[in-house]
């Protein structure tokens, strides 16, 4: 089954919101529909989107909030802004800021598709984990505990901040045990709906409920005697918490519908950026899993904390981004470089070097084509006044040619007077 592109839709009203869900689900995306700028943000961290539809104005924030927060980790996913009448100011802003698009309020949905598909054509599958060999003596340990680690079938835990390349480690991990030829399959724990969990980790039987046409293996079934990689763990439900510890005691593991159960006799490696110990404590994750999962454990730094790998990996980056231009970094970008903060650690610089080769107009990288958020607070404000014509030019120009230049009915669907309509158009 082919996997449908993730549309991350940011609206906080509730209609409009809705309707759009709806229209992106029978155009066969998959979307994901947050109300805030912070929703959005946790929306992000947990998926890859392919597009993201963000309105200017929200309850926490607004569009340009969220797109400078969202900069360690969007990489090359187009963001288009949607915009009312007063805002376009904004929007404009956005675009000259590195943004991809924007809409005006009212939209025609169907446009608005064809945006997504238009933007989406060619695009390649979301880039995997940074395969880099960094430098520094924190890695070169922690390297060296894998491949000790990496025979035995223990289950592991992996902890770290979001980006530092926890699933390259669990790859390294399996790469380097005897079972390396076995499958190694990665979930994302946060991102499977709670009503399909049993059913994604432990397969079904056909006709084992509503929907279930033909049987599925599931997660355990598809690792067989390789490595399965929970990211996340820490957003495990509790009934599949569980479960788990079950499959970690003695191995077995039943499929929903199944009469009998079946032996998993593969590695379990899991991930996670929350603090297991304290989410123990509060009693939101079991004693028991935690002390099963955590018999290994293995700790990766910051990129903050390793300094000295931040240009040697940000060249390894920019090469493997492809492309013939840029080809390099201007030594104000290095600066800019060492002097960040890096809360998205490597997949931030990766996003951030993707998206800055993909936008550069020069063959070296500036401060600015890596931190486009700088932009925003150096731009020229454009002019308002001139904006707003733009806007009612295009907007009176879309419902003249739905309505096949009837300018009564055109105004009737712009929801003004046939006067202010003639008159708008006569300024533009």
């Given at each position: 089954m082919t996997e449908r592109p993730v549309i991350l839709v940011v609206e906080d009203d509730l209609v409009l919101g809705g309707a759009i869900e709806q229209r992106l689900k029978l155009e066969g995306f998959e979307p994901v529909w947050a109300r805030d700028v912070r929703s959005a943000l946790v929306a992000m961290r947990r998926r890859s989107p392919a597009f993201i539809l963000c309105d200017i104005r929200l309850p926490d924030g607004s569009g340009e909030d969220c797109y400078r927060q969202a900069q360690s980790f969007l990489g090359t996913t187009p963001i288009m802004f949607v915009t009312a009448f007063g805002e376009v100011e904004q929007a404009v802003r956005l675009v000259k800021a590195g943004a991809d698009d924007y809409l005006t309020k009212p939209y025609d949905v169907d446009e608005l598709v064809a945006r997504i598909r238009d933007r989406l054509r060619g695009r390649g599958a979301v880039a995997g984990p940074v395969e880099v060999e960094p430098p520094s003596d924190a890695m070169a340990v922690l390297a060296r505990q894998l491949q000790r680690a990496a025979g035995s079938r223990l289950p592991v835990l992996i902890v770290g901040e979001t980006g530092v390349g926890k699933e390259v480690a669990a790859r390294r991990l399996h790469e380097e045990s005897p079972w390396s030829e076995e499958p190694f399959v990665a979930v994302n724990c946060g991102a499977i709906p709670k009503e399909l969990l049993e059913s994604q980790f432990f397969g079904h039987q056909r006709g084992a409920f509503t929907g279930a046409a033909q049987t599925h293996i599931g997660h355990f079934g598809e690792a067989r005697g390789g490595t399965l990689f929970l990211d996340e763990i820490g957003e495990l439900d509790a009934r599949l918490q569980t479960a788990l510890l079950r499959v970690l005691q003695d191995g077995r593991f039943r499929a929903v519908g199944a009469a009998q159960d079946s032996a998993f006799r593969g590695r379990i490696v899991a991930a996670t950026n929350a603090d297991l110990d304290a989410m123990r404590r509060d009693g939101r994750f079991?004693?028991?899993?935690?002390?099963?999962?955590?018999?290994?454990s293995f700790a990766i730094p910051p990129l903050r904390e390793r300094v000295d790998e931040i240009l040697p990996l940000a060249l390894r980056l920019l090469e493997q981004a492809g492309g013939s231009t840029p080809g390099g970094f201007t030594d104000e970008a290095r600066l800019a470089m060492l002097g960040h903060d890096?809360?998205?650690?490597?997949?931030?610089?990766?996003?951030?070097?993707?998206?800055?080769?993909?936008?550069?107009?020069?063959?070296?990288?500036?401060?600015?084509?890596?931190?486009?958020?700088?932009?925003?607070?150096?731009?020229?404000?454009?002019?308002?006044?001139r904006a707003r014509l733009d806007a009612d030019a295009d907007q009176i120009a879309k419902a003249l040619a739905q309505t096949n230049g009837n300018l009564g009915e055109a105004a009737k669907l712009l929801g003004i007077s046939r006067t202010t309509l003639w008159k708008r158009r006569s300024a533009s």
């Open positions: 079991r004693d028991d899993l935690y002390f099963r999962l955590s018999v290994l890096w809360p998205g650690n490597i997949r931030e610089l990766r996003n951030r070097i993707e998206r800055a080769r993909l936008m550069a107009e020069q063959d070296l990288l500036g401060p600015a084509d890596l931190f486009p958020e700088m932009r925003l607070s150096e731009l020229p404000r454009p002019n308002l006044a």
